[in-house]
């Protein structure tokens, strides 16, 4: 005989436990992949001497600034000001930092050993290159979790210890923009 469903009654085909002090179970959360979108950002000085960074995650890769949007409505010069404070702690909107897009971009294959950063099926990215003038050469406070160690080069043999083709090439550019 089903039981009839009143308040604080069960039915026979219906059955709910309430826990006090549990929260209720959430679904999985959905894992969070990077967006295929990017920045470079040359750090560099009037007279062409550029900052180069050393991964953490890859000794011996050395590179500019780089990284992801968080989502893919955030602008990318958003994106390059908080890159270069996430990793250099610099400010791109001090006085005497002047950010500049380049406006160019790199679209590129993703490196294998880091796809698994992207949604499945992902595999080339597109990159805007900006750079971050500063009035001379200082030290930055690295993100130990992202890189190691820096550098400042003049920018022809920066461009020469840089391990990325495309971050090289922007290096090179530094000659028209700078």
């Known amino acids: 005989m089903p039981l009839a469903c009143r308040s604080g009654a069960f039915s026979d085909t219906h059955h709910t436990i309430v826990t006090k002090g549990v929260p209720p179970r959430s679904p999985m959360p959905s894992p969070v992949f990077k967006v295929p979108q990017s920045v470079l950002v040359v750090i560099h000085t009037a007279q062409r001497d ?3 960074i050393e991964r953490a995650d890859a000794p011996g890769f050395w590179q500019s600034v780089t990284g992801s949007k968080d ?6 010069e958003r994106t390059a000001a908080r890159e270069v404070a996430e990793e250099t702690g610099l400010d791109c909107e001090a006085p005497d930092h002047v950010l500049t897009d380049w406006g160019l971009q790199n679209v590129y294959d993703i490196y294998p050993q880091w796809l698994h950063r992207y949604a499945p099926g992902t595999t080339r990215n597109t990159e805007r290159v900006f ?4 009035p001379e050469r200082r030290l930055v406070t690295l993100s130990a979790r992202e890189h190691r ?3 400042w080069l003049p920018w ?3 461009a020469d210890r840089c391990f990325s083709p495309s971050n090289a090439e922007a ?3 530094l000659s028209r923009f700078a």
């Open 50 to 52: 550029v900052l180069l």
């Open 71 to 76: 989502t893919e409505d955030e602008p990318f």
């Open 131 to 134: 750079g971050l003038c500063l």
């Open 149 to 151: 160690a820096q550098i």
């Open 156 to 158: 022809q043999a920066a």
């Open 171 to 173: 290096i090179l550019f």
